[in-house]
């Protein structure tokens, strides 16, 4: 990497080394950590395996599994239910947009609308006495199964380079969210998840956030 960066960058090459990794982890989900120390050689990490499908090969699966996540937060924040425009809004601060093929996640469209929708990752419908039709995205069935609200709140607040629970009402909801998923599953609840099950103040959370 310091062979592409010119020279009167390279006293700058930590910081940018840094900026660089955090993009890469919040926009695929591929974390960089260190392989050899005395060598400089790192490794490109897969943080999640959400969307990582059986015999699927790492150039397919691990960048859509962080662009996943990252959608489920969206999805999340807007109330477990997210307009269209809203989803298109978040795309394309990532500079993807509709119609406009994707050096790594090809047809944008497509990929949110069907691909991941026919693996059961999203739902995507029309609202209800919209004229003319409105769609907005839910979580898919697959997506309850293979991850949670909690793990999708750490992604949403590393993208606001901040911790979860500075959204206190989605941090409650993701808390109530575990506390249910931990009861019936037979696990003892800790004390923290246990409060986290009385009614929240607010179910509502600001747009302005994001």
Not at 26 to 54: I, Y
Not at 177 to 184: S, V
């Amino acid at each position: 990497m310091l062979n592409v960066i010119r020279r009167k960058y390279k006293q700058h090459f930590p910081e940018i080394l840094s900026r660089a990794s955090e993009c890469v982890e919040l926009v695929f989900g591929l974390e960089l950590k260190d392989v050899d120390c005395s060598r400089n050689t790192c490794a490109l990490v897969n943080k999640f395996t959400l969307g990582v499908e059986e015999g699927s090969s790492d150039e397919e699966a691990l960048p859509k599994s962080g662009l996943l996540m990252a959608l489920l937060g969206i999805i999340f924040m807007k109330g477990n239910c997210a307009t269209e425009e809203e989803i298109w809004d978040f795309l394309n601060v990532l500079g993807i947009y509709a119609g406009r093929k994707h050096s790594i996640f090809g047809e944008p469209r497509k990929l949110i609308t069907k691909d991941l929708v026919q693996k059961g990752y999203l739902n995507y419908c029309q609202v209800p006495n919209s004229d003319p039709p409105l769609y907005e995205f839910l979580w898919g069935p697959r997506s309850y199964a293979e991850t949670n609200k909690i793990k999708v709140l750490e992604v949403l607040a590393k993208i606001q380079d901040t911790v979860p629970s500075s959204f206190p009402d989605l941090y409650d909801e993701a808390l109530r969210d575990q506390a249910e998923r931990a009861g019936l599953r037979g696990i003892p609840i800790s004390p923290a998840m246990a409060e986290a099950t009385a009614p929240s103040r607010a179910k509502s959370y600001s747009s302005s956030h994001i």
